[in-house]
């Protein structure tokens, strides 16, 4: 399975330089945090933010009053030279010179891959930026105002091409909204994901679900209608996934997805899909919502899943969470499930600070050594065979305080690991009942590990397949900075002599 890392390469880079004292590109980049990654288990490096932008979007995120209200916020002390232009307003699919070349890319993608990790990068389907390569080669591969019109300049630029937005949200002022059922529009963004295929060895996708023709349908129609478009016989993913496959045969593919589109677009070729529904049911801690989401969902779903606690979308994980200690014990159930583990850079130090994608850096804060200990252990047992390899379940737990746990079991070659979370905000005890737990160990009491804290004691085999084992595990929910440890979150293991 996947264990993925993502990180906003122009911030990242601008901490390099400010931490060396020099101008740090891709070419520059020194390589033993990446050796730590991989160390820890990572094997997936998402350079979020690395293709050409323009001067444009780069202008109005400058003068435009809500954008800089909003960075203002949250940076206190924001200077104009701060605000880099969205990472998602992309002009054309070849490096930023200010990081580096598409040489650079491959030089760095060979580095990553000599340490075992992948190379992951951005595809934004929906739109590109004003003053975008494609508009000059033809305007017509755009989502144009319906002739006689209003130009209204909350929708449209001055000649007429829509802002891109979805069918929910106010336009997205900085970029021009793509036209797919122009078949050029197609052909044309098909030979990027060929060209991203040749830098990378995967490419998230940027809120995959807005190409699909019914979304297409359901916020431009008129727009298109009025053109004499039709809603072509095929989705565009079928056709650019099967492509790219043929060429890339590995090529990792990850959506951005919303809606309940996932199965959709698992259909189409997607290997991955963002599951933010257990991250919305995590965030609301609705434990009836969570148990049903778990078992309704499955296995099937959950191994092509992309789980994480925090993105460039979303809220810091303390802050989402609203502490670290329950963040921490999200972060254990959504790693314990099988799947694509998708964690953030500083998601491993407990920032609070959001890094907005307009921005260079964040405000400052100290890292917490409880919570970077904690991710040390985390990821490093999420990363061992039997959670990758193994059979994953989900146990039985019995007890008056079932219903304030949340439990996985993973088995393989002679060992069980137990996850066991209180995720509520009561102290608690339970049983869990793991019927297939296994053990090398002859006779009946066999060696429990505590994978997070190291602790060793001895059980019943039998007692464990029958009755469960007992636990007395401390909430979630509590107002503590401390990481999760065996009080509140317990991954447990019968180990092999």
């Known amino acids: 399975m996947y264990h993925l890392y993502e990180i906003s390469t122009r911030p990242f880079l601008h901490e390099l330089s400010q931490k060396l004292g020099k101008k740090i590109t891709l070419k520059d980049v020194p390589m033993d945090f990446f050796e730590e990654l991989a160390e820890m288990g990572i094997n997936v490096v998402w350079m979020m933010g690395i293709w050409k932008l323009g001067k444009k979007a780069l202008a109005f995120d400058r003068s435009h ?17 701060d605000t880099i232009g969205s990472p998602y307003a992309v002009v054309k699919y070849e490096c930023n010179p200010e990081i580096g070349t598409d040489e650079d890319i491959l030089e760095f993608k060979g580095k990553l891959n000599a340490l ?20 000059d080669i033809d305007p017509a591969c755009f989502v144009q105002k319906p002739p006689h019109a209003h130009n209204s300049p909350a929708n449209y630029h001055e000649d007429g091409i829509a802002y891109g937005k979805d069918m929910y949200s106010g336009a997205w002022m900085d970029t021009i909204q793509l036209n797919y059922w122009n078949p050029k529009t197609r052909d044309y963004m098909k030979e990027q994901i060929l060209r991203i295929g040749e830098l990378s060895d995967g490419v998230r996708c940027d809120m995959a679900m807005l190409v699909l023709n019914w979304v297409i349908e359901k916020t431009w129609s008129e727009q298109l209608n009025a053109y004499g478009y039709k809603k072509p016989a095929s989705e ?12 890339f045969p590995d090529m990792i593919f990850m959506a951005e997805c919303y809606w309940n589109t996932e199965e959709t677009l698992f259909s189409l070729g997607f290997d991955y899909c963002y599951d933010k529904e257990l991250y ?10 969570l148990r049903g989401y ?32 329950r963040a921490n014990a999200a972060a254990v159930v959504t790693m314990a499930l099988p799947g694509l583990r998708f964690y953030n850079h500083g998601q491993f130090q407990g920032r609070s600070n959001r890094l907005a994608v307009h921005l ?25 065979p039997v959670f990758n390899k193994g059979n994953w379940t989900v146990p039985l737990v019995t007890g008056e305080n079932s219903w304030k746990f949340l439990s996985f079991a993973w088995s393989y070659n002679g060992e069980t690991c137990a996850v066991i979370v209180n995720y509520t905000d009561a102290m608690a005890d339970a049983r869990i009942v793991l019927p297939d737990a296994q053990s090398t160990t002859p006779g009946d009491n066999i060696p429990i590990v505590e994978l997070l804290c190291g602790e060793k004691y001895e059980r019943s085999l ?5 009755k469960g084992l007992h636990v007395v595990i401390a909430p979630s929910w509590a107002t503590s900075t401390r990481s999760a440890d065996r009080s509140q979150a317990r991954p447990v293991a019968t180990k092999k002599n």
Do not use: C
């Open 65 to 81: 009053p809500p954008h800089q209200e909003n960075f203002k916020k949250v940076l206190p002390g924001h200077q104009t030279d």
């Open 116 to 135: 075992g990790l992948k190379l992951m990068l951005d595809f934004v389907p929906n739109h590109f930026a004003p003053d975008g390569e494609l508009r």
């Open 236 to 247: 565009f993913w079928g056709e650019a996934i099967a492509a790219a496959k043929q060429l």
């Open 280 to 289: 919305d049911k995590l965030e609301s801690g609705h434990m009836d919502n």
């Open 294 to 325: 778990i078992h309704w969902r499955g296995l099937n779903y959950f191994k092509k899943a992309a789980h994480f606690i925090e993105n460039h979308d979303e809220p810091r994980a303390p802050v989402a969470f609203h502490s670290l200690r």
């Open 360 to 384: 260079r850096r964040a405000a400052d804060e100290a890292p917490h050594p409880e919570t970077e200990a904690f991710y040390k252990k985390l990821v490093k047992a999420i990363s061992s």
């Open 462 to 466: 039998n007692e464990i397949r029958t």
